[in-house]
């Protein structure tokens, strides 16, 4: 039988009352481990494109595979809430890899160090910081809103827990008494776990073998010259969009379609007759594509909507903000720094946080660190800085993560709106030049990572408050899980940029060059493969400027001779050693931007038009009555991106309507129906996507990172042999597997007519 639910009151899966084990040794360390794991695949990904896929679903399917193995071993059965705690400490180490990924390989490309100090600090103070912000916002945002804010990557993963809960957890869930539970448990677990297979069989067939296209594209000609139009074929994309529903998904389309049909075309339209390149771009537009256009031109105006939408945003949400806030410093002044006995009888077991006077501790503390470490070039401006804007968009990112789900949370846009905000403030001061550099990085660093990591914090809780966990536990190990992946992910960072490095002879690019020796301070000796033929120390130069050789990092022999360029692994352009010998180069393409942005405001070169007008997109959406922020996120992120959201939401939109006119829907009001179409097979189904989707990233990381020789064999043979990923009907073709995987929804997320039975005919006549 199962639990009553109170009219208007949620009740979770697990009743408060309960009292099954949760914050285990074994729960914390396995997903701590995993968290690791997966923040070192993520890493990779976001160097090489950019992008990263939320870890909290595959680390929860992991982690009840594992438990259900050591099981079979004779030990003790997980509970679904120690799941929940493995994937909430799990799920830290993608966050912060987004973060890291997005931000510090900027000081490369702005001709600085990557010192594994400032690294380190910086993923461990902005990881921290990120989580102790959402605390006070739990209420908020996961209870307050909860049905407003549906955090679709956690309720998905909030199903899976659900659908592998053990029989210790049903039954303290009360339904071990119901003769269908079991039944009904296990359809719901095979079909999510159907659809994770699935997902994963998909992805890695698609980009790890390379066997069909990933993105389709088709390209206009004149008159719309420029415009195009193309979707990421993606599980995990798709099951996003139907989770989020129809609302938010043709809204973020239609931003994306502003983008590539109207605002790229318009470009090439009006830029095709210039005879030099237009600023910021350094090419001609009518040699640019539309994706170089976007690149130049479209991500700023993007960063201008997002930086605004997300301001309107907070401003909306500032009184129950408030409300949340004064509820948690009310105890702030008692003599209690924790919960006590008393408390814990009092308070609901789900209801029960760290105390708000060590959060604000822990947020002082991290703020006096961030003022006096060396490495970050800080001041106390800064921190500032980083406190109001690490509260700013940990609130937006826990909104967006709710809306949009924390794998299309747009963490770079409300970075570069920081950096756009701090640089003017510093240009404002008078502090210009390379010097302010690292300052303004560092700010922006800790406030992307903060708030990627607080997105993450909210989706978790999310989950746990669907589930009944004890936020105060999950609390303790995101923070635990974020600690430890922010240990691992400075030397993995470091260790992927000097592989790929290269020690470029200065006779290749400025033959003679000198500086004088005397003023430079720091030494450094060749790293990598090529420091075997080379062990000298030398001093290094710090070049701004690209006057007679490229800016960059250069050695010096002691007679202020440069001997070489430090082309970095990371967005550097040497692909080959003075050996021959190939090199894999690191795009980083959020990093770019960031780069470009520090260097555009401190020497003054930021083109403030293009931001302007994605500002006044916003300001016209909200005059209308469109929320800005979701259509902001779909002007900067590729229509490719946004467009499987959109399917998946037009399924989700063909199936409620469906399932409406059934004659046990009719009843139902409008919300009562929503409701049943969260809880609904579809749901289930898009939850398995999404996991074997983002799961898959692991394989693909293990793919092109590792196995380099077979991913380039395979891609090889793509292009000779492989018509669905080559060719003139490639793109066609490879709509068919994707096609498939959306038909599949739409038949699963139905709703099954049951035939009537001879008595009901009978009644009825």
Known sequence: ??????????????????????????????????????????????????????????????????????????????????????????????????????TMPAILILGFDLEIYRVMLVAILGGLLGILLMIPMRRTMIVEKHHELKYPEGTACAEVLKAAATDSSRQAAGESSDPNAQSDANRRAKIIFGGFFIGLIYKVGNIALKGWKDTVEFVFPAPLKGGSIGTEISPELLGVGYIIGPKIASIMAAGGVLSYMLLIPLIKFFGDGLLKPLAPATKLISEMSPHEIRGAYILYIGAGAVATGGLISLARAMPLIWRSLAAGLSGFGGNKIALTDTDKKTIPRTEQSIHMKWVVIGALAIIAVITVATPLHMNLLGALLILVFGFLFATVSSQLT???????????????????????????????????????????????????????????????????????????????????????????????????????????????????????????????????????????????DNVQSPAGKYLVNANGQVMYLVDPGINGTHTKRPDGSEVKKYDAPKAVLISYIIKGILDGELPWALVLFGVIIALTLEMSGIPSLAFAVGVYLPLASSAPLFIGGMIRWLVDLRNSKLEKNKHLSEDEQQAAGDRSEGVLLSSGYIAGGALAGIVIAFSAGIMTDFDKKIGDWALANNPFFEGMKADALSLIPFGLIAIMLYLVGREKIKPAKPSDKKASN
Not at 50 to 75: D, E, N, Q, Y
Not at 462 to 476: A, D, E, F, M, N
Request: aromatic share 8%; hydrophobic share 45%; glycine share 10%.
């Open 402 to 544: 709710g809306q949009i789900g924390q794998s299309s949370n747009p963490i770079s846009g409300m970075t570069v709106a920081t950096l756009l905000f701090t640089c003017l403030i510093f240009l404002l001061m008078g502090w210009i030049g390379g010097q302010y550099y690292v300052t303004a990085l560092s700010v922006g660093a800790i406030v992307c990572i903060a708030s990627s990591v607080a997105g993450c914090t909210s989706q978790d809780l999310k989950t746990g408050y669907l589930v009944g966990s004890t936020p105060r536990y999950q609390q303790y190990a995101i923070l635990i899980g974020a600690f430890c992946s922010a240990l691992i992910l400075g030397p993995i960072l470091l260790k992927l940029n000097d592989a790929s490095t290269v020690y470029v002879p200065i006779a290749e690019i400025a033959p003679g060059l000198q500086t004088d020796v005397s003023k430079l301070k720091e030494v450094a000796q060749l790293q990598g493969p090529q420091a075997a033929q080379d062990t000298g120390t030398y001093k290094v130069w710090h070049k701004t």
């Open 1 to 102: 039988m199962s639990q009553p639910k109170e009219s208007g009151v949620f009740q979770p899966y697990i009743p408060a009352s309960a009292n099954l084990p949760e914050f285990t040794l074994r729960a914390l360390i396995m997903g701590t481990v995993l968290g690791m794991i997966f923040g070192a695949s993520s890493l990779y990904l976001v160097l090489k494109v950019g992008l990263t896929v939320s870890a909290s679903i595959p680390v929860a399917v992991i982690a009840i595979t594992l438990f259900r193995m050591m099981h079979k071993m004779g030990a003790n059965d997980s509970t679904i809430l120690e799941n929940s705690i493995t994937q909430t400490a799990g799920s830290a180490g993608e966050s912060l890899a987004f973060g890291l990924g997005v």
